[in-house]
T-cell receptor, first 113, second 112 residues
């Protein structure tokens, strides 16, 4: 299956700062990537669909100006959490894949102090 | 949009017993239903999946059944082992390559 990496794996930042998370498809040309957020002991909630070369599609309730997504190449999508606050602390996971199977990145744990 | 419900939220079984997790979905257009196993702090791992043109699929100790009419599907794990302990998520997808909508998860504990 596809190999998906994320960077960083863990980040701690101060409230009000912005954090960029990278999702890379190492062996697969990903025209579409998905970003999920997972709070402790909860399910994965789809945040947005990242489309290479075009604007991302956001799920209802997800602020597009707060969670900036850029998908400039077939192997890289970035999620930037702008002006992060403690309530943004969560586990962020990306996924991509061909056909029906989705392959998940290892996740990025964000802690906002 | 799609709404996936999952039960139970927690499940404890004795080693060797069977475990069953059930999910329902709302969108009749959904046609692909994967199950994922997630260990603490790690990425979800696909364990089995089923498509809407199939009623049942089995892979060793794991099986999944699908009832399209009732819009529900279930995961069955037989002869459970301690290493089966994890959180299990069901998901539904409307079409190939599309995003998944996940169930709320089931924390399975297999007691040695």
């Amino acid at each position: 299956g596809a190999v998906v990496s994320q960077h960083p794996s863990r980040v701690i930042c101060k409230s009000g700062t912005s954090v960029k998370i990278e999702c890379r498809s190492l062996d697969f040309q990903a025209t579409t990537m998905f970003w999920y957020r997972q709070f402790p002991k909860q399910s994965l909630m789809l945040m947005a669909t990242s489309n290479e070369g075009s604007k991302a599609t956001y799920e209802q309730g997800v602020e597009k100006d707060k969670f900036l997504i850029n998908h400039a190449s077939l192997t890289l999508s970035t999620l930037t959490v702008t002006s992060a606050h403690p309530e943004d602390s969560s586990f962020y996971i990306c996924s991509t894949g061909g056909g029906e199977t989705q392959y998940f990145g290892p996740g990025t744990r964000l802690l906002v102090l | 949009g799609e709404n996936v419900e999952q039960h139970p939220s927690t499940l404890s079984v004795q080693e060797g017993d069977s475990a069953v997790i059930k999910c329902t979905y709302s969108d009749s257009a959904s046609n692909y239903f994967p199950w994922y196993k997630q260990e603490l702090g790690k990425r979800p791992q696909l364990i089995i999946d089923i498509r809407s043109n199939v009623g049942e699929k089995k892979d060793q100790r794991i099986a999944v059944t699908l009832n399209k009419t009732a819009k529900h599907f279930s995961l069955h794990i037989t002869e459970t082992q301690p290493e089966d302990s994890a959180v299990y998520f069901c998901a539904a997808s409307i079409r190939a390559g599309n995003q998944f909508y996940f169930g709320t998860g089931t924390s399975l504990t297999v007691i040695p």
